[in-house]
């Protein structure tokens, strides 16, 4: 008997971007000889039997020299040996050759009971999706790892805890039109794709995302009434692009999605919503940097969830990204026993700068159905934040932001550093605990703080 999880490997998904098929006959050359011309000094030779897209295919995955990381080398040797280096770094050949089968699953990872269950029963919405090189990076013995509790099913996933929803920020109901969220006055959600290269089984979007023919749809036609929208309310300045994930689009979709968008006056800049760097880091080819670098201003906030992500193929593609003129901003959900430390959240949002890339929000997990696994008590956000001001630089310090359920939008939290107030006196506590006096007649900030002048308070704070 085939399981739900089995189906998957033929049942409808999102459409994918376009790939050019693996297939070829018999009389065609190898793909040694393909290679040996298309790298030619006289540039590639093309025959009847050597279709044009396939060459030029391959000269450019030979030519984009992706590192590959020890983890992603020894994956491939052992689950893919047939794979060539070309084939790996083909950011295609990763998507036709995502894992998202129970077998698939089994053959690459000891399963727990548990997960097994999980991924049998699974049905519909956010299917199981791992690109090859994520899945290098997951532990393949141990079901409690962080990383591949975020992609492997439990069945957790299927108990609704109170407070949880399908669509606990109301995205729906403020979406001015099909696939555009209209929430803040200034700016819109434009989700342009359900499909994703992986899967988190955390996703805010859940509901939507990996499912043909459910109750979300996106084509060019909806794209279509939601940049008529646009063009109608000349208040919308800032569009950000998410799905799904934009950069699974074909660069020749996004060209197209960008510049129409930039064509609209009243728009003064674009940002996309991505975790392709982290979890598809090849997509982020030559090509698609050009295409991208066309439609300044254009922003990217990049979905990272733990230092271990931060590999030499990631490395390479935030740098391709920052060296085009891209602004870099990561957005972290914390997550109850994978990035729930200070230490860790420190390490990742460090290494992150190294990389060009800025640390922008740390969001609570939004309360979607099932993800009463994933999800800490407020107490121990406020504790990284206060863990990481005045422990390390400012700007490795992101914004920690519960995203309101029920449409609010994002509510910025702060560990409580006012103290309260003496007279004209402003008392505040720094990082290390000491309080300070900051001069401040007229103003009522820290008013409502009960107990007056603690004892010992400093002098005035200079400067």
């Known amino acids: 008997m085939r399981t739900n999880c089995d189906a998957q490997t033929t049942s409808p998904e999102v459409e994918e971007p376009p790939s050019i098929t693996t297939a070829r006959p018999s009389t065609n050359p190898t793909k040694a000889d393909i290679l040996k011309r298309a790298l030619s000094p006289r540039g590639p030779a093309v025959n009847a039997t050597e279709p044009a897209a396939k060459v030029v295919q391959i ?24 794979a060539t280096a070309a084939d790996w770094n083909d950011w295609r050949w990763q998507l036709r050759s995502r894992i998202k089968s129970l077998s698939e699953l089994e053959r690459m990872f000891l399963l727990s009971d548990d997960e097994r269950d999980a991924v049998i029963r699974h049905n519909g919405s956010l299917p199981v999706g791992i ?54 006055p200034d700016r819109v959600l434009f989700l342009a794709t359900g499909f994703c290269s992986t ?12 499912e043909a023919g459910g109750d979300y749809s996106f084509s060019k036609s909806q794209w279509e009434k939601a940049l008529q929208y646009i063009e109608a309310n000349p208040q919308i300045r800032d569009v950000l692009i998410s799905g799904g994930d934009p950069l699974t689009l074909s660069d020749d979709k ?10 609209i006056r ?78 860790t959240m420190k390490s990742m949002m ?49 914004q920690y932001v519960i995203d309101a359920p029920g449409g609010g939008g994002k509510i910025p939290l702060l560990p409580e550093y006012v103290v309260g107030r003496d007279g004209d006196d402003l008392l505040l506590r720094n990082f290390e605990g000491g309080v300070y006096r900051y001069s401040d007649p007229g103003g009522t900030v820290g008013s409502d703080k009960s107990g007056g002048l603690p004892v010992s308070a400093p002098a005035l704070l200079e400067g």
Request: hydrophobic share 35%; proline share 8%; glycine share 8%.
């Open 254 to 263: 996004l060209d197209y999605l960008l510049g129409r968008l930039r064509a």
């Open 59 to 82: 000269s450019e995955a030979r030519r984009e020299r992706f590192p590959v990381g020890p983890d992603a080398r020894q994956f491939q040797k052992k689950f893919f040996p047939g």
């Open 199 to 210: 899967y988190c089984r955390y996703c805010t979007r859940s509901r939507m995302v990996g």
């Open 350 to 398: 460090h290494g992150l700068l190294m990389r060009r890339v800025k640390p922008y929000y740390l969001y609570q997990c939004d309360p979607i159905t099932g993800s009463a696994q994933f999800r800490t008590p407020v107490d121990k956000g406020i504790e990284i934040i206060e863990g990481l001001r005045g422990h390390t630089t400012g700007y490795a310090v992101p």
């Open 131 to 184: 690109t090859p090189y994520y899945a290098s990076l997951l532990d393949r013995q141990n079901p409690d790892d962080g990383l591949r509790r975020t992609h492997i099913p439990v069945g957790q996933e299927y108990i609704r805890t109170p407070g949880e929803a399908d669509d606990p920020l109301g995205e729906d109901h403020d979406a001015a039109v099909p696939g555009l969220v209209h929430r803040y």
């Open 266 to 343: 009243h728009v003064e800049f674009v940002r996309l919503g991505t975790k392709v760097p982290v979890v598809l880091p090849m997509r982020v080819t030559r090509a698609l940097v050009r295409t991208l670098r066309k439609h300044h201003p254009l922003w990217m906030s990049i979905h990272v969830t733990h230092p271990s992500e931060l590999t030499p193929e990631m490395t390479q593609a935030v740098t391709r990204l920052a060296d085009a003129g891209i602004p870099l901003g990561s957005q972290t959900v914390l997550l109850k026993g994978i990035n729930d430390e200070v230490e």
